[in-house]
């Protein structure tokens, strides 16, 4: 091999590698929440993220991200569908996040949700949650949000909804910087 093939070669390889698009593995795509800027910056911080888009109902996910979701429950047939908020995860996650704004701690959050055949909410059961604020917010939100309920072989049925958030470290929000209200706390006792 003379110079000229071997430097034909490698430009015909890096010419087809660089026609590639350059693109994210599809199984490694992450969606994030974004909160409000902090007081003094622009910079929106991330409040969650997950492989499920936080704004689209079930029905709009795609293949990959229904069977992501569908692997969060076991013993689901082929044409079972899980239960799912009816306007997205974003029904659960935006309030939860406001929430903690005032609540502040960090950890993990598990909640178990049983949703019946109507698409309401029969229980809520918290297994774990860094403080007792979030986990009675975290059951409240649940209560107030509306599921297309679980389809089995067809047909409407209960099921539980697992949500598990890794709740970001937060200190609670002062609500204002007035020397005479710093130190008040947000329930007004004293």
Do not use: W
Request: hydrophobic share 35%.
């Amino acid at each position: 091999m003379n110079f000229n093939t071997v430097f034909f070669f490698l430009v015909v390889v890096a010419l087809s590698a660089a026609s590639q698009p350059i693109t994210a593995k599809e199984d490694q795509v992450m969606y994030n929440l974004y909160g409000t800027a902090p007081l003094g910056t622009k910079m929106r911080p991330v409040e969650a993220k997950s492989p499920i888009p936080f704004n689209k109902k079930y029905s709009q996910l795609s293949q990959r991200q229904q069977n992501i979701f569908r692997s969060y429950f076991e013993g689901l047939k082929a044409n079972d569908i899980p239960p799912f908020p009816e306007n997205g995860l974003q029904e659960i996650y935006k309030p939860l996040v406001e929430g903690h704004k005032r609540v502040g701690g960090g950890g993990e959050l598990l909640v178990f949700t049983e949703i019946n055949e109507g698409g309401g909410v029969n229980k809520v059961i918290v297994y774990k949650s860094p403080s007792k604020e979030l986990a009675d917010l975290a059951t409240t939100i649940m209560f107030n949000t509306k599921f297309k309920p679980a389809s089995c072989d067809g047909e409407p049925c209960t099921m539980e909804f697992p949500f598990l958030y890794d709740v970001p470290q937060r200190f609670k929000q002062v609500r204002t910087l007035n020397k005479q209200d710093f130190y008040k706390r947000d329930d007004n006792r004293p």
